[in-house]
């Protein structure tokens, strides 16, 4: 398998941390990086409190160590600005493949899923501050508006990840890029 660097994009309760975590534990050559867990254990608050340079610095430090040492990131942030995304993706580690995984989540059912976890309004907060993916790195939409979604998608970036034909295997393109 190649190593990779990735960084899983979205709204909060969009299904990173689900994804994130089936992917490590599926595959043991990954490590996650979550940002909130680095926030939460500094600050004791997952939400951006002060010094995010600081987090997001050890996240980017982190996440060199560990491609150093052979073994492919998968980096859970909502990552909702481009510079964060670019910042995320690059690194200076040889042989590194880098996708953008952006989690796409129905409005209404990610304002549901927030009103479940009770935090209504964060829908409306991260579209102030949200920017679409744009650059020039790959980004595959991981789309989850249900179990059947999650499923497909899933499948379809694992074929992915596994893929010797690198970076992509072409059949699968056709499911990720419509236009290909």
Known sequence: MPLWNLVLSGYPASGKTVLARRLISENPEFV???????????????????????VYNTITALRDSIL?????????????????????????????????????????????????????GAVTAWDKVWENPVGQVTIVNFRNNSLAEFETSYYILTELLASKVHPFKRKFLKHIYPRF
Do not use: C, H
Request: net charge positive.
């Open 32 to 54: 996650r990086l979550n940002v909130d867990d680095l926030r939460s254990m500094y600050f004791g608050a997952g939400e951006p409190p002060r010094d995010e340079a600081f």
């Open 68 to 120: 150093r040492n052979r073994r492919s990131v998968v980096i859970d942030s909502t990552a909702p600005l481009n510079s964060t995304r670019s910042m995320l993706l690059s690194t200076k580690v040889q042989g590194v493949t880098k996708l953008l995984v952006v989690m796409v989540v129905k409005k209404n059912e990610l304002e549901g899923r927030n009103r479940q976890r009770g935090t209504e």
